[in-house]
């Protein structure tokens, strides 16, 4: 139906940088809202940030002006960069896509597999 496939994650240290990219694929129409979440062991998942198909964004206060947003929308793909990371940003990352119209009407809950972050100190 719809299939999002993420790269880019991997090890960085201390105050470096990542650029995450998750490319949906399948009978897509649109994408209304993608978004990255994050989950460390231990923690709840937690939305980092969204984007819309026009460009609105939200963050998750504590990645606000490290981390930024974006997406082609003619290749319904999404991009996180996130710059001067740190320990606490170390998690799995998971790309979403809500808000998906098809061939099979409209759709939410789509997910990526996930990307590993690992953030050395």
């Known amino acids: 139906q719809v299939q999002l496939v993420e790269s880019g994650g991997g090890l960085v240290q201390a105050g470096g940088s990542l650029r995450l990219s998750c490319a949906a694929s399948?009978?897509?129409?649109?994408?209304?809202?993608m978004g990255w979440y994050r989950q460390a062991p231990g923690k709840q998942r937690e939305l980092v940030a969204t984007?819309?198909?026009?460009?609105?964004?939200n963050y998750v206060d504590s990645v606000k002006g490290r981390f930024t947003i974006s997406r082609d929308n003619a290749k319904n793909t999404v991009y996180l960069q996130m710059n001067s990371l740190n320990p606490e940003d170390a998690a799995v990352y998971y790309c979403?896509?809500?808000?998906?119209?098809?061939?099979?009407?409209?759709?939410?809950?789509?997910w990526g597999q996930g990307t590993q972050v690992t953030v050395s100190s």
């Open positions: 979403n896509a809500d808000q998906v119209r098809g061939p099979f009407g409209y759709a939410s809950g789509f």
């Open positions: 399948g009978s897509i129409f649109s994408i209304n809202i």
């Open positions: 984007i819309t198909k026009s460009g609105s964004t």
